[in-house]
């Protein structure tokens, strides 16, 4: 490929907003997890979406990989240049361009950060649901599929997303989906991109959905004498059509973990977080019946949080429990796995791999977004001990198996970068074909964010 | 292409349920609409996925062309065979295979109805919600990316199609999805199957969410001074969060049509239908809310529902619509368009096409889904006249241009087929030819529903 003469081009593009530098080749090589990969060979910053363009035809004619970059927080090494080329950072695209409360929806530059999204929203009466915990980028949320605590209500970015800007491997820009709510106008391209993990193009521009900023909130927290009981209690809360804004559990680990980082004294025993949005009277309803239902499965010790400071309280011990998790084994890192099933199949799942975990040298708290299927372990490894980190791999492959026995998926939300790209033709069978054949269909050179989701060629 | 041999294969395969009959082609060359073709060689009546796999690879062999048939009700001409070819009749495949009540979810065979599977899942306390009016096919309907009267509750077939199996034009057989809630494995095939109308393979098993059954419901019909006002009522409903299950709005026009047809006296304004689906308490808190937001925007004749009776004379009246349209005019067809646009520009929308019909020789009442902002005009046709076809084009062409000056879709919810491909060069400008260049990866040989969707090769 010829580097050399792209990054010339490129330089004569975007000016000293391509960067050589080693501290920033070497910024953008960095993973939070244990997926580790060389820089990429420069990193570009551009401003709009033509300068994309002009990116991807400059790189196509030299035949150099393009990787997306937004905030760096994914989980499966899907922004690392595996093959050099240019890492394309979407930090200097984080603009607003368009608020439409009538509509309820929003047009935002990639960069923008849900955390900054919602600041700019704060005061339309409106917000952007989808908090996958980190503050990561809305591009990045886009392109690896995201969810998180409040899927189970607003749905993830799959439902979320109504419309995109991308520009394609060889420079052509393209709009999918319009600002209308719906259409069944041809094949959904959008629902394509969303999740395709930088393998097809790279988006310049999202339209959103935004939902009314609910008039009351609620929470509560309560343990139950096992998992099963917590799980049979969700399951009956959705059966009854009590919506859930939020349904998280924690496992007795967890729970040690979140007592010991955050001065707590919850019983160690599984516990569900929950929260309904609603109208006041709604609100009450709602958090009246889950109490029955709770009840109904044994669970105990349940406090509301109706005021704003101690919901606030809750729902940081929840965000902070992966910091806490780590605390529990100084020196440690995290691997965080990531199985999604059908709910029926949830506490099987749960108590499976907490087995396997009680027979392993490696800790593993569980936490999860109970009303999707959707758990996490928190591996926590020694980054140094490569016996450790190949236990991880194996509890993290038992996980996966598992979850694709009980009919599941190996990634309810990570996506698969190339951490979990070993997974793929278990779960997808001659899909994973189908898949390479789109990706050749848009990206016949191979360019876009190469050695990712699809099957090396 | 070699036909004759393919139908003697076929016919060893599948004896007497491969009919070559001129009574079975030509019920399968019929549509609903103004749009015709000729019938198919063949039609061919499958019993299970292995036949369905079994007629594609033969097919595929012979170079000839597959289309789809689930119950016939499409309005753009999905399932005509506009090449010849083998029309592949799913009804013997209609079976509901597993009921799943604790993760919410069925699978279905493709050739079920909506009405059918309602019925199969009366006592369980689950429904499944998308109702295009027509008794369709779940397959048809997951094709065509149907929605309807519920979608602003309940999403469309989008939303509520979890995973399929698919026979690919090679006769390959994929399963897209899991039956967990949600993934971040890989590309969305599942979405992109869902409104490929056939031409990218052929749906042999459905899996799809289901929803408790509501506990109250609550149904309400009220009259507003004009179409500005009622839209602008449903905006701020949406706004305040009150979640409508059904809203829908008739012209004066429908509303006229209507009450000569279902002996109703309705005042001749542009009129609301709305329901509520919840407990008790929620339904009368959404009701009275609701009743409140449209008092401000001058409603009148509010009329509530509650007693199912009521109710049900309420649904049956607007269901009735689209006949009570064509009963307006003896003797014509109803050529019926669908588009779809940002609910803020919604009122807009329907005003210009109002002033379009008011100049035009065919009357054409118009209904719709407001809180997806998509519309239907009825154009009520003379088939038999030339002159008033040429002008129902018109009108429609009018109406989809207007549509994505707004900022919106050519169809909302009925789909491509052959009769809206010449709006897709200006929907989707290149976004429509990486849909043919996806359409060349999965179908090379261009055999699966050949002109419909994708630009004609």
Same mark, same amino acid.
């Given at each position: 490929?010829?580097?050399?003469?792209?990054?010339?081009?490129?330089?004569?593009?975007?000016?000293?907003?391509?960067?050589?530098?080693?501290?920033?080749?070497?910024?953008?090589?960095?993973?939070?997890?244990?997926?580790?990969?060389?820089?990429?060979?420069?990193?570009?910053?551009?401003?709009?979406?033509?300068?994309?363009?002009?990116?991807?035809?400059?790189?196509?004619?030299?035949?150099?990989?393009? @990787?997306?970059? $937004? =905030?760096?927080? #994914?989980?499966? /090494?899907? %922004?690392?240049?595996?093959?050099? *080329?240019? +890492?394309?950072?979407?930090?200097?695209?984080?603009?607003?361009?368009?608020?439409?409360?009538?509509?309820?929806?929003?047009?935002?530059?990639?960069?923008?950060?849900?955390?900054?999204?919602?600041?700019?929203?704060?005061?339309?009466?409106?917000?952007?649901? @989808?908090?996958? $915990? =980190?503050?990561? #980028?809305?591009? /990045?949320? %886009?392109?690896?599929?995201?969810? *998180?605590? +409040?899927?189970?209500?607003?749905?993830?970015?799959?439902?979320?997303?109504?419309?995109?800007?991308?520009?394609?491997?060889?420079?052509?820009?393209?709009?999918?989906?319009?600002?209308?709510?719906?259409?069944?106008?041809?094949?959904?391209?959008?629902?394509?991109?969303?999740?395709?993990?930088?393998?097809?193009?790279?988006?310049?521009?999202?339209?959103?959905?935004?939902?009314?900023?609910?008039?009351?909130?609620?929470?509560?927290?309560?343990?139950?004498?096992?998992?099963?009981?917590?799980?049979?209690?969700?399951?009956?809360?959705?059966?009854?059509?009590?919506?859930?804004?939020?349904?998280?559990?924690?496992?007795?680990?967890?729970?040690?973990?979140?007592?010991?980082?955050?001065?707590?004294?919850?019983?160690?025993?599984?516990?569900?977080?929950?929260?309904?949005?609603?109208?006041?009277?709604?609100?009450?309803?709602?958090?009246?019946?889950?109490?029955?239902?709770?009840?109904?499965?044994?669970?105990?010790?349940?406090?509301?949080?109706?005021?704003?400071?101690?919901?606030?309280?809750?729902?940081?011990?929840?965000?902070?429990?992966?910091?806490?998790?780590?605390?529990?084994?100084?020196?440690?890192?995290?691997?965080?796995?990531?199985?999604?099933?059908?709910?029926?199949?949830?506490?099987?799942?749960?108590?499976?791999?907490?087995?396997?975990?009680?027979?392993?040298?490696?800790?593993?708290?569980?936490?999860?977004?109970?009303?999707?299927?959707?758990?996490?372990?928190?591996?926590?490894?020694?980054?140094?001990?490569?016996?450790?980190?190949?236990?991880?791999?194996?509890?993290?492959?038992?996980?996966?198996?598992?979850?694709?026995?009980?009919?599941?998926?190996?990634?309810?939300?990570?996506?698969?970068?190339?951490?979990?790209?070993?997974?793929?033709?278990?779960?997808?069978?001659?899909?994973?074909?189908?898949?390479?054949?789109?990706?050749?269909?848009?990206?016949?050179?191979?360019?876009?964010?190469?050695?990712?989701?699809?099957?090396?060629?």
């Amino acid at each position: 490929m010829g580097i050399d003469a792209a990054l010339l081009e490129l330089e004569t593009l975007l000016g000293d907003r391509l960067s050589r530098a080693k501290a920033v080749r070497d910024q953008h090589a960095q993973s939070e997890t244990h997926l580790h990969a060389g820089p990429p060979d420069a990193v570009a910053f551009p401003r709009t979406p033509i300068e994309v363009s002009d990116i991807a035809s400059i790189c196509a004619r030299h035949g150099v990989p393009m @990787v997306g970059w $937004g =905030a760096g927080t #994914s989980l499966e /090494g899907h %922004a690392l240049a595996l093959h050099g *080329g240019v +890492t394309i950072d979407f930090s200097h695209m984080d603009q607003v361009l368009e608020i439409r409360p009538e509509d309820m929806i929003v047009r935002v530059q990639p960069g923008i950060t849900r955390e900054a999204l919602n600041t700019a929203l704060r005061d339309t009466g409106l917000f952007f649901p @989808v908090d996958p $915990g =980190a503050n990561a #980028s809305i591009g /990045g949320m %886009a392109a690896t599929r995201a969810s *998180g605590t +409040t899927a189970v209500r607003y749905g993830t970015m799959r439902d979320n997303v109504l419309a995109l800007e991308v520009v394609l491997a060889d420079g052509r820009v393209i709009r999918t989906g319009t600002a209308a709510p719906k259409s069944a106008a041809g094949y959904d391209l959008t629902a394509l991109f969303v999740g395709s993990e930088g393998t097809l193009g790279l988006i310049t521009e999202l339209t959103l959905r935004l939902h009314g900023q609910p008039e009351a909130v609620s929470a509560a927290v309560c343990a139950f004498p096992d998992m099963g009981a917590a799980v049979n209690c969700v399951i009956e809360t959705i059966q009854h059509g009590i919506p859930m804004a939020r349904i998280e559990f924690l496992d007795a680990a967890s729970v040690a973990a979140c007592n010991a980082f955050a001065q707590m004294a919850m019983p160690l025993q599984p516990h569900l977080l929950i929260e309904f949005h609603g109208t006041e009277a709604g609100v009450a309803e709602q958090a009246e019946r889950f109490g029955e239902i709770a009840a109904e499965h044994g669970s105990a010790g349940f406090q509301w949080a109706a005021r704003t400071e101690d919901r606030a309280r809750l729902w940081k011990m929840r965000h902070a429990a992966y910091r806490a998790c780590l605390a529990s084994r100084p020196g440690c890192q995290g691997w965080v796995t990531d199985v999604c099933v059908p709910i029926s199949r949830l506490a099987e799942a749960v108590e499976e791999t907490q087995a396997d975990l009680a027979q392993s040298p490696v800790p593993g708290p569980i936490l999860g977004h109970v009303g999707d299927g959707n758990f996490h372990a928190i591996l926590l490894v020694d980054p140094e001990n490569p016996a450790e980190l190949a236990e991880a791999k194996r509890l993290s492959g038992r996980m996966a198996d598992r979850a694709l026995r009980l009919g599941g998926t190996v990634t309810g939300e990570h996506g698969i970068g190339f951490g979990k790209l070993g997974y793929m033709q278990a779960e997808h069978g001659e899909g994973w074909a189908v898949m390479a054949g789109i990706k050749r269909a848009l990206d016949p050179m191979g360019l876009m964010n190469p050695g990712k989701l699809v099957r090396p060629s």
